[in-house]
């Protein structure tokens, strides 16, 4: 038995089973980031469908080979943990936003809610992450119809249980225990468009067993199912959230009972109270000409739409339907919030709207804003870049993408390269390959920093653990960028490290006059 890192001890030591993440990592991030590129270029309808089914297939696979070498990694009697503060309404809205366009995709609505007072707590923000996205990645997978939503609530015994409810098949009461085990997959008509390997839900349960909690399914089969952990964290001392709706009152309308209990429980966590109804018409109804609606464009229907001018309605959008933004605008709507709904803008419209003053600008959400990539990608123009990467397919990848943002680009192939390019002429930031030939990536940029260079330096890794990015950042290196490297991640850390996003030129949102 060794005494060392238990995985060593499971019959997979740490150094092969890095070699082996990025041995089977780094070609197929090559094969997903050149059908990126494939994509981007002038293709028939034909061509187009043969590149997504590619996409579709590799991001599969790239999933199985993670969950794979992560179930290998937690195979030891030992997971390292790395306790910090969460802001649990953060952790939610992210794992949220990066799962809608999935949902939304199938015609699905996700959305999240806090329960009141739970703020923030102590425990590993990154594991409880990778739980969230497995349980919410299934959800919105198995759900045909309906929606996803995401909760955290207080227990007992000073418990906190985060779940996510589906409105997909549910789960046999039989197969409860069974699915958490490896290698383990339920029998679904819907596997046949996508399963996996079956170690998900087992590597989850692994985790919430090092956090000293515990994992299990709620619901009844046929009626969706509820998916959660619980954990016994260190409550972080911190103060009650904001309860800048007490006393008012908001009529929300939407037909779906996803959308419809998230947003109430928002303005409930805000000291508001919350009345729900399926339609525009009863929320018009249950209101004067002074009383504030929350609104789901799937529920304005062209009949009401007359009916509502000027009165207090804030309208609910998915970012993809942003187009009709101004035609609300112009029909007296009092604003607009985008789903996943984010509890902090819907404070600041709601009050907004019932406030009804003219004149008072509010900001754009980034996520409709349609000209904050083009605003992004201008801003690394003329950045002289180091690119140190000794695989040549990803090395082109990386290389396409940077000179179409405007970089100036040299590359090298091995450390060695590195510390000598650097040291002939100033660079506004290198991008490392971790694993190189000789001197690798890390030892590269110790030996860059103990030279008195300061420049920038970007991890490139195919090992997409967090003790590995944590490796990186010891080493000295500022970012990291796990591959397949993608066009925007890419585009976010240029912005991050050689220029400083504008503040937003687009329109702004100028609420409209309380009727007369």
């Not at 004067?288 to 799937?298: C, K, M, R, Y």
Request: net charge negative.
């Amino acid at each position: 038995m060794s005494d060392g890192d238990p995985r060593a001890d499971a019959g997979i030591p740490p150094e092969h089973l890095a070699a082996l993440s990025h041995e089977l990592r780094t070609p197929l991030g090559g094969v997903l980031g050149m059908a990126d590129l494939l994509e981007a270029t002038r293709l028939t309808a034909e061509q187009r469908s043969y590149v997504a089914a590619l996409k579709e297939s590799g991001a599969h696979l790239l999933g199985l080979v993670n969950d794979v070498l992560d179930y290998a990694r937690l195979g030891g009697a030992h997971v390292a943990l790395e306790p910090t503060t969460v802001d649990i309404e953060e952790l939610l809205r992210s794992v949220c936003e990066l799962m809608s366009p999935r949902a939304h995709e199938k015609g699905l609505e996700i959305a999240w809610a806090a329960q009141a007072g739970l703020t923030s707590i102590i425990a590993d923000e990154g594991r409880l992450r990778q739980i969230l996205l497995n349980f919410a990645g299934n959800a919105v997978k198995f759900a045909a119809k309906g929606g996803v939503l995401l909760r955290a609530e207080a227990q007992d015994g000073g418990n906190v249980r985060l779940t996510v409810f589906d409105t997909g098949p549910g789960v046999p009461a039989d197969a409860r225990e069974r699915i958490f085990e490896p290698f383990q997959r339920l029998d679904r008509t819907t596997d046949a468009e996508g399963g996996g390997a079956g170690l998900g839900l087992a590597i989850v349960r692994r985790i919430a067993e090092a956090m000293g909690g515990r994992v299990g399914i709620d619901g009844r089969e046929g009626e969706g199912a509820t998916f959660w952990v619980e954990i016994q964290p260190s409550v972080h001392p911190g103060r009650p959230g904001p309860r800048a709706l007490k006393g008012r009152a908001v009529v929300i309308a939407s037909p779906s009972p996803i959308v419809r209990e998230a947003a109430a429980l928002q303005v409930e966590a805000s000291g508001g109270r919350a009345t729900r109804v399926e339609s525009l018409k009863e929320a018009m109804d249950l209101t004067d000409d002074n009383g504030v609606i929350l609104a789901d464009h799937a529920e304005a229907a062209p009949s009401l739409l007359r009916g509502a001018r000027n009165r207090r309605i804030v309208v609910m959008l998915r970012p993809e339907e942003r187009g009709v933004i101004g035609d609300y605008r112009r029909r007296g709507f009092a604003g607009y919030l985008i789903k996943p709904l984010r509890r902090a803008s819907l404070v600041l419209r709601l009050l907004a709207a019932e406030a009804g003053a003219a004149g008072v600008q509010l900001p754009e959400d980034e996520r409709i804003d349609p000209e904050r990539n083009n605003r992004a990608s201008g801003q690394a123009c003329g950045a002289r870049i180091l690119l140190a990467e000794d695989n040549p397919i990803n090395a082109m990848l990386a290389r396409t993408l940077l000179q179409r943002e405007g970089c100036e680009v040299d590359h090298v192939v091995d450390g060695v390269a590195v510390i000598a390019a650097a040291s002939k002429r100033p660079y506004d930031l290198v991008l490392m390959d971790v694993r190189m030939p000789g001197v690798d990536g890390m030892e590269a940029t110790r030996r860059l920093r103990a030279a008195g260079i300061s420049t920038p330096v970007v991890a490139l890794t195919a090992d997409a653990f967090d003790d590995d990015r944590q490796a990186c950042l010891s080493a000295g290196m500022d970012d990291f960028l796990v591959k397949p490297l993608s066009a925007d991640a890419l585009r976010a850390t240029l912005v991050r490290w050689t220029g400083s996003l504008p503040p937003p030129t687009a329109e702004t949102e100028t609420l409209p006059a309380e009727a007369s």
